[in-house]
Nanobody
Framework: QVQLVQSGGGLVQAGGSLRLSCQAS??????????MGWFRQAPGKEREFVAS????????YYSDSVKGRFAISRDIRKNAVYLQMNSLRPEDTAVYYC????????????WGQGTQVTVSS
């Protein structure tokens, strides 16, 4: 079993920055992790993809809405993934979730508890 624990988030004015963290449990996580990603869900909307990173090679992917403003990174030794969010906009307001995909799975099967990000105008 993989447990993902998130931290960070909060309230920030438009144009500001926030950093989200997500740590996976288990000393052997890196041996079977395939990718980690960030998703978000705004009130009344479906959950949407934000960014992801291949665990082994480090390739990154972003949604068009955050490209150039957000950056995903990882610390393999800590089994952690981060989301640096810059130039935040009110439309970035949402609950953000980290997720992990492991070997043998074709999708993200493990999710963090979610953290609220609110951007005021």
């Amino acid at each position: 079993q993989v447990q993902l624990v998130q931290s960070g988030g909060g309230l920030v004015q438009a144009g500001g920055s926030l950093r989200l963290s997500c740590q996976a449990s288990g000393r052997t996580f890196s041996s079977y992790a395939v990718a980690m990603g960030w998703f978000r869900q705004a009130p009344g909307k479906e959950r949407e993809f934000v960014a992801s990173m291949r665990w082994a090679g480090g390739s990154t992917y972003y949604s068009d809405s955050v490209k150039g403003r957000f950056a995903i990174s990882r610390d393999i030794r800590k089994n952690a993934v981060y989301l640096q969010m810059n130039s935040l906009r009110p439309e970035d307001t949402a609950v953000y979730y980290c997720a992990a995909q492991v070997q043998g799975a074709d999708s993200y099967g493990y999710w963090g508890q979610g953290t609220q990000v609110t951007v005021s105008s």
